[in-house]
């Protein structure tokens, strides 16, 4: 019982950081029915952003975490943010009017070349590389299931984000631009919705958010490498469309899903760790072909 | 710093190319690149097969320069008259595709009279028969996968391999036993979980550990897989818990072992991880790697061997630093047991071309020398005779030397 609850604290650990990457995932595809493949290198430039953003800071604040560690997710989120606004500007508006093909093809280009461009240009990335010791260090025991504080910091960080982009979604005024967007782009357009702020927009808080994940990841991993944002990624987009591309409360959920699989899976099914994906991608099948538009996701409708 | 030597390497390698072209045509006597030494007959080539990117490149890099280091001072002493050596160093990433790609480039040089190399066994397997069918010698310094030399059936049917390929390094089947011994014997661990990444070298590894633990009375409570790409452990991890090892034993490499430990100890499994020479390297510290945890590695603490402090010395005054890592020490062995081969192989001042190769290939076999490893010098598999193993312990953030020896049973 013991272990069935640790490997359940272990997997909405995982799933909260698989949720964080996937709402970038499933918002920029709501607006703009791309599938940003790059993403998870975004959550990559971030984390290596906050190590860069702790590196460069002088040596008497890097002794004080309260400092040192909301610089870094300033840094952090400033970089993702940065590269994403990029992105959006010259890979993909350029393509908006083109066969939805294109953009995706883009897509996988742009995190190849982000990827690479980490790995030649910052120092030492061609292997792991160890990230700074400013987070709450120790565990959180109850019972006889331990979570480590950073692990608790992820979960609250996590849902707390989601919530609140929700509530920005469906109350603020940019919100409704966003779903009028959603909807129908050429309606909002003559409603006088701006559909470029509206997309530069989303993909800010998709940065935002990745930018949290990178640095959270990197604190609760305690190490960081290039293939972090790919790995990530894939999971974080299984997680989109299992829970229904275009959805926030799916994504979450999806991620959570994803976490809670791999673990228990992990514990309890044959093949034991070693075959922990398989498990995860079974679900995904299993829920695209029983309900092709994910668990809340809405049946796609064909557009004019 | 390190891509600076890489292109200035690269430069220096091109020239050379260009010197041996008008040192092959030309007939007036050379002298004039290598030193004091005559090199009127041209360059020969000693490849170098490593991963210099990627996580693993910390061994590899320490593999390539020890390698140059060798054929530097072979330039220096004029050990094979007539030719001028270099080195063309190959990046095999660790990936067993790229390195049959490296293999295949070198094997294609007529001038390559022997390659240093690789670092993974999984590698080894793909570079072996590319390098056989060119009659190459092949002497890794790090592989020790047993079934490279003898087979599967390395224990009950041992049978030569491959008649290019030596190694200056001892074996898992002899690593993973002496590891065995001390983790049950010497440290008191009777229950041991496993968790392999499983290529090659962990798996050999942790199967040759698991057989001498039990045989030795202690029980293995549980194995487990991880992918190499894997970064959270934490199902892993909760798994094993629940067994209550008293240690964990991990078959693969740093890169995966330093995070795993510090995973364990947040995940309050606060037990020593031990590893094999793969996770011997100062980055695994640097990862997470905690006190207490224990490796073992291949040959004699190089910062205690006599004959390595001539290596050590002779190192910092090239590279400025001592980042040999792991293998510097053996591949400086392996580099000087072509060097020797070749020196016989063209004795009399010959001059080299494929029919040479036969004779090298036995020549490097039956080379014999007093390296920066101990004494060099293969028995009829091409394994190497110096069975020494020494297991460190990770203490005050370094590894340290806490018993040295071979393999008794």
């Not at chain 2, 034993?249 to 364990?264: D, F, I, N």
């Amino acid at each position: 019982m013991s272990v069935l609850l640790q490997q359940l604290a272990n997997g909405v650990v995982q799933g909260a950081l698989i949720a964080l990457i996937a709402l970038g995932y499933t918002m920029v595809y709501g607006i703009i029915q791309l599938i940003n493949f790059a993403h998870g290198e975004v959550f990559m430039v971030a984390s290596y952003g906050g190590l860069a953003t702790f590196t460069l800071l002088p040596d008497d604040l890097k002794k004080s975490p309260a400092v040192a560690l909301p610089l870094m997710f300033v840094g952090g989120i400033v970089v993702a943010v940065v590269v994403a606004v990029i992105m959006e500007r010259f890979a993909y508006r350029p393509l908006r009017n083109a066969p939805r093909l294109a953009p995706l093809i883009t897509a996988l280009g742009v995190s190849v070349f982000l990827q690479e461009a980490v790995r030649v240009f910052y120092p030492n990335a061609k292997s792991n590389l160890p990230y700074p010791k400013v987070f709450p260090e120790g565990n959180l025991t109850i019972g006889s299931v331990n979570i480590s504080w950073t692990g608790i910091m992820l979960v609250v960080l996590s849902v707390g984000l989601a919530v609140i982009l929700q509530t920005y979604i469906n109350r603020s005024r940019m919100g409704r631009a966003m779903r009028a967007t959603a909807q129908d782009p050429d309606t909002a357009k003559l409603m006088g919705v701006n559909p470029d702020r509206v997309i530069v927009l989303t993909f800010i808080i998709g940065a935002v958010l990745a930018g949290v994940a990178g640095i959270m990841f990197g604190g609760y991993l305690n190490n960081i490498n290039i293939d972090m944002g790919f790995q990530n990624g894939i999971f974080a987009f299984t997680a989109a469309v299992l829970g229904g591309v275009g959805s926030i409360r799916g994504a979450v959920i999806g991620a959570f899903i994803i976490g809670l699989i791999k673990t228990v899976a992990g514990q309890y099914m044959p093949g034991g760790t070693q075959y922990d994906y398989v498990w995860i991608f079974v679900v995904l099948i299993l829920v695209l072909v029983f309900r092709p538009q994910g668990l809340f996701g809405e049946p796609e409708r064909v557009r004019a | 710093m390190r891509k600076h030597s890489v292109k200035s390497a690269a430069i220096v390698g091109a020239s050379l190319l260009v010197l041996a072209a008008c040192g092959s045509n030309k007939t007036e006597g050379g002298g004039t690149t290598g030193g004091s030494c005559d090199t009127s007959k041209g360059t020969l080539t000693v490849g170098v097969v490593a991963p210099l990117s990627g996580n693993l490149s910390a061994l590899g890099v320490g593999i390539k320069q020890s390698a140059e280091l060798a054929v530097d001072e072979a330039n220096k002493k004029c050990t094979v008259p007539g030719f001028k050596l270099a080195v063309s160093a190959q990046d095999d990433e660790a990936n067993p595709a790229k390195g049959a790609q490296a293999a295949t480039k070198l094997s294609t040089d007529p001038n390559v009279v022997g390659v240093v190399g690789t670092l993974n066994s999984s590698v080894a397997q793909t570079v072996q028969p590319i390098l056989r069918d060119k009659k190459i010698p092949q002497v890794s310094p790090a592989n020790t996968n047993p079934s490279l030399t003898r087979g599967n059936d390395f224990l009950t049917a041992p049978k030569r391999q491959f008649d290019n390929y030596f190694r200056v390094c001892t074996t898992d089947d002899l690593q993973g036993p002496y590891a065995a011994n001390y983790l049950v014997e010497k440290a008191g661990k009777k229950k041991i979980a496993i968790i392999t990444d499983g290529k090659t070298y962990g798996e050999g590894l942790a199967a040759e550990l698991s057989k001498q633990v039990t045989k030795k009375g202690g029980t293995i409570v549980g194995s487990e897989k991880v992918g190499e790409k894997d970064t959270d452990f934490s199902g892993v991890i909760a798994k094993i818990k629940a067994l209550g090892p008293e240690a964990v034993y991990y078959g693969g490499e740093y890169p995966v072992a330093g995070p795993l430990s510090k995973q364990m100890k947040d995940a309050g499994l606060d037990v020593p991880l031990m590893g094999g020479d793969g996770i011997y390297d100062g980055k695994f510290i640097e990862l997470g790697g905690k006190e207490g945890d224990l490796a073992t590695s291949v040959g004699a603490p190089t910062e205690s061997l006599a004959t390595a402090k001539a290596f050590v010395d002779a190192y910092k005054a090239k590279f400025g630093k001592e980042d040999y890592a792991a293998y510097g020490a053996f591949s400086y062995d392996a580099a000087n047991a072509i060097i020797g081969g070749l020196a016989k192989t063209l004795e009399g001042g010959a001059a080299w071309d494929d029919s040479k190769r036969d004779a090298m290939l036995t020549n490097v076999g039956s080379y014999t020398g007093s390296g920066a490893t101990g004494n060099v010098k293969f028995d009829q598999y091409g394994d190497s005779t110096n069975k020494v193993l020494t297991v460190y312990s990770v203490t005050s953030g370094k590894w340290k030397d806490v018993q040295t020896g071979e393999f008794t049973g």
